[in-house]
């Protein structure tokens, strides 16, 4: 398996534009997180998904900010409009969750993304 | 609700020394706790985990972490360090009596010295 595959790997926009990140997990996996880090914040968990189910967003700062999984193989977190406050590496991570909790998080290489 | 502390922003340590990275957590119920590694430009890789069991938890390229209940920690630590082993260090969280959700540290740079 290729692993977790985000794209782009890097992003460079201005404000005001709308800017879409992609994530294919690792197939067979039933959980998928959107991470986000900074220097200031460290890695914050924005949303996660269980079987394609969106279970918790209150990490997503602002309405600004959208995540989809319309399917087990693919994730998008879009944010609309983009500011420069949203310059960060967004990670995408996929885990197989089992019932004694045995399981680890599979990170992507992650999307460093510039807004001007 | 479940939070996780990393003390240090940073760590210095000669090569050859022992490490020690600390990590403290807060959770309502029993905790699993993880360590992930980030190298420069890459993401995170997972190192080990804590889930019941022994205290010392052995994990990958020679790293280890003890559970503490009692100081609610669980640092992570290694005999002998190396230079390669300089990078960010986080430590996470998930609490088995709530959701699914894993909570990290803000991470600790380790620099080893030559």
């Known amino acids: 398996d290729a692993g977790v595959i985000q794209s782009p790997r890097h992003e460079v926009t201005e404000m005001g534009q709308e800017v879409t990140l992609r994530c294919k997990p690792i197939s067979g996996h039933n959980s998928l997180f959107w991470y986000r880090q900074t220097m200031m914040r460290g890695l914050e968990l924005l949303i996660y998904f269980n079987n394609n189910v969106p279970i918790d967003d209150s990490g997503m700062p602002e309405d600004r900010f959208s995540a989809k999984m319309p399917n087990a193989s693919f994730s998008t977190l879009k944010i609309q409009p983009s500011e420069p406050r949203d310059s960060a590496v967004y990670f995408c991570?996929?885990?197989?969750?089992?019932?004694?909790?045995?399981?680890?998080?599979?990170f992507g290489s992650g999307t460093q993304l510039s807004v001007l | 609700a479940q939070s996780v502390a990393q003390p240090e922003d940073q760590v210095n340590v000669a090569e050859g020394n022992p490490l020690t990275v600390k990590c403290t957590y807060s959770?309502?119920?029993?905790?699993?706790l993880f360590w992930y590694v980030q190298y420069p430009n890459r993401g995170l890789q997972f190192l080990l985990k804590y889930i019941t069991g022994d205290n010392l938890v052995k994990g990958s390229y020679g790293f280890e972490a003890e559970f503490n209940k009692s100081q609610t920690s669980f640092h992570l630590k290694k005999p002998s360090a190396l230079v390669s082993d300089s990078a960010l260090y986080f430590c996470a969280v998930r609490d088995i009596r709530r959701d699914d959700k894993i909570i990290f540290g803000k991470g600790t740079r380790l620099h080893i010295l030559p």
């Open positions: 959770v309502s119920g029993n905790p699993y």
């Open positions: 991570a996929s885990s197989l969750i089992d019932m004694d909790g045995n399981e680890k998080l599979f």
